[in-house]
């Protein structure tokens, strides 16, 4: 059973920054990618960033320069920093692994952290 752990949300200022944190429970070489996903109240889940087996990195138009995204892999964990925050980044964030097998792509999530900028 694959297990995500995240921790790192709070709340901050408009322009500061957090770091969060996803650890699964083993090895991290078992997904072809890991990512982040967050959803504001009334609003749909959306992609943050992905970051596949080959450390290629994609982000989302709105977070582009501002985060990043990154993994150690001895630690099985992936992270988001997350400067120069906003506050239409006001949201609870989704840790996100996905893996094909026999054709089929499987999901696993996170229990979310949130994360709330505000003046």
């Known amino acids: 059973q694959v297990q995500l752990v995240e921790s790192g949300g709070g709340l901050v200022h408009p322009g500061e920054s957090l770091r969060l944190s996803c650890t699964a429970s083993g090895s991290i070489f078992r997904f072809n990618a890991m990512g982040w996903y967050r959803q504001a109240p009334g609003k749909q889940r959306e992609l943050v960033t992905t970051i596949v087996r080959g450390d290629s990195k994609n982000y989302a138009d709105s977070v582009k320069g501002r985060f990043t995204i990154s993994r150690d892999n001895a630690k099985n964990t992936v992270y988001l920093q997350m400067n120069s925050l906003k506050p239409e980044d006001t949201a609870v964030y989704y840790c996100?692994?996905?893996?094909?097998?026999?054709?089929?792509?499987?999901?696993?999530w996170g229990q979310g952290t949130q994360v709330t900028v505000s003046s």
């Open positions: 996100n692994a996905f893996r094909f097998q026999f054709g089929r792509r499987y999901d696993f």
